[in-house]
């Protein structure tokens, strides 16, 4: 079959372009100037006969015709890729970047990573956490894996709070968060025992603001409705904008807070923090690994997905 196909290097320009809708940020990843970006962009639409930009005074955005052929041109280059990898050989081992929420990192992946760690010293793991890893309202389906060059020899995958719906990636479900209310023990017995959610009136409650665009997160007015709770204000209380805050504000005892259930699991069995309601909220919303798809059949990515998914299994999900 003959292919009548415009270059390859004029499409991957299109791409870039197109993704930043800057030949600014598109020269900057393709290592070339400004002007060979427009160069390109120019000679391929000479080639297909129709303008694929607007050309604004401080914007670029993508014409109609440009809109159509960005997925599909996006498809092919990651099956370019996809086949190329395939004829690489890689090794067990090797560096493995893993970027996920910071709550999740420091709370529940780094408490787990003894076993993997012990049983693959051949990997050297690099972990890193961004709130870019949390879906916001207007998630649409972006792992921020994108840009991967499968010639590098670090692999990079993250794990993401969000739909789970994630172009070009291999997705597996790990757990959804059941919310609830937490506090030190000591507040159950203190000058004014938490003894039922009424006892909230006499008690100061913490916010986590961490992600202020976060698709759905669980608030103080929710669960005092679920709780058949008045007479208590649901923004009165001290506000943090860093979740690992709140939690270490309630082993203290300066306040009660809503926390998943998972990431507190191991305050709650060190006897840090206890949960003493059985008053849970549940969101659609889970943790999902995200593999692009070019890199998701090496070895690293393998023993890192086996292992990742055996730990998540363990999880109730009351």
């Given at each position: 079959?003959?292919?009548?196909?415009?270059?390859?290097?004029?499409?991957?320009?299109?791409?870039?372009?197109?993704?930043?809708?800057?030949?600014?940020?598109?020269?900057?990843?393709?290592?070339?100037?400004?002007?060979?970006?427009?160069?390109?962009?120019?000679?391929?639409?000479?080639?297909?006969?129709?303008?694929?930009?607007?050309?604004?005074?401080?914007?670029?955005?993508?014409?109609?015709?440009?809109?159509?052929?960005?997925?599909?041109?996006?498809?092919?280059?990651?099956?370019?890729?996809?086949?190329?990898?395939?004829?690489?050989?890689?090794q067990a081992g090797g560096r493995l970047l893993v970027t996920s929420p910071p709550a999740f990192l420091t709370r529940w992946l780094i408490r787990?990573?003894?076993?993997?760690?012990?049983?693959?010293?051949?990997?050297e793991l690099h972990l890193a956490s961004s709130l870019e890893t949390i879906d916001g309202r207007d998630a649409s389906g972006v792992s921020g894996?994108?840009?991967?060059?499968?010639?590098?020899?670090?692999?990079?995958?993250?794990?993401?709070?969000?739909?789970?719906?994630?172009?070009?990636?291999?997705?597996?479900?790990?757990?959804?968060?059941?919310?609830?209310?937490?506090?030190?023990?000591?507040?159950?017995?203190?000058?004014?025992?938490?003894?039922?959610?009424?006892?909230?009136?006499?008690?100061?409650?913490?916010?986590?603001?961490?992600?202020?665009?976060?698709?759905?997160?669980?608030?103080?007015?929710?669960?005092?409705?679920?709780?058949?709770?008045?007479?208590?204000?649901?923004?009165?209380?001290?506000?943090?904008?860093?979740?690992?805050?709140?939690?270490?504000?309630?082993?203290?005892g300066v306040g009660v807070a809503l926390a998943s259930k998972p990431l507190v699991e191991a305050e709650v069995l060190a006897g840090r923090l206890?949960?003493?309601?059985?008053?849970?909220?549940?969101?659609?919303?889970?943790?999902?690994?995200?593999?692009?798809?070019?890199?998701?059949?090496?070895?690293?990515?393998?023993?890192?997905?086996?292992?990742?998914?055996?730990?998540?299994?363990?999880?109730?999900?009351?």
């Amino acid at each position: 079959m003959t292919y009548r196909l415009p270059p390859l290097n004029a499409l991957r320009t299109f791409e870039a372009a197109a993704r930043h809708l800057s030949f600014k940020e598109a020269s900057d990843e393709l290592s070339v100037t400004p002007t060979a970006v427009s160069h390109q962009i120019r000679g391929l639409e000479d080639y297909l006969g129709f303008p694929l930009f607007h050309r604004l005074t401080r914007a670029l955005e993508l014409t109609r015709e440009g809109r159509a052929m960005l997925p599909k041109v996006r498809d092919g280059l990651e099956c370019f890729a996809a086949a190329i990898e395939s004829t690489r050989e890689h090794q067990a081992g090797g560096r493995l970047l893993v970027t996920s929420p910071p709550a999740f990192l420091t709370r529940w992946l780094i408490r787990h990573l003894e076993k993997f760690t012990a049983s693959h010293p051949e990997v050297e793991l690099h972990l890193a956490s961004s709130l870019e890893t949390i879906d916001g309202r207007d998630a649409s389906g972006v792992s921020g894996l994108e840009g991967i060059d499968v010639r590098d020899d670090e692999t990079e995958l993250s794990i993401r709070f969000g739909r789970g719906h994630y172009d070009a990636c291999r997705v597996d479900r790990l757990f959804a968060p059941v919310y609830t209310l937490v506090c030190s023990p000591r507040l159950l017995f203190g000058m004014r025992p938490l003894n039922v959610p009424a006892d909230l009136r006499r008690h100061h409650l913490l916010h986590d603001e961490s992600v202020m665009e976060l698709m759905d997160r669980p608030n103080w007015a929710e669960w005092l409705q679920v709780a058949g709770v008045s007479g208590v204000d649901p923004d009165a209380g001290t506000h943090f904008s860093d979740p690992g805050l709140v939690l270490s504000a309630a082993i203290d005892g300066v306040g009660v807070a809503l926390a998943s259930k998972p990431l507190v699991e191991a305050e709650v069995l060190a006897g840090r923090l206890v949960m003493p309601f059985d008053i849970l909220i549940r969101r659609t919303e889970a943790y999902y690994l995200v593999v692009p798809e070019a890199v998701a059949d090496r070895p690293v990515v393998s023993a890192f997905r086996r292992w990742l998914l055996g730990e998540a299994a363990k999880v109730r999900e009351e």
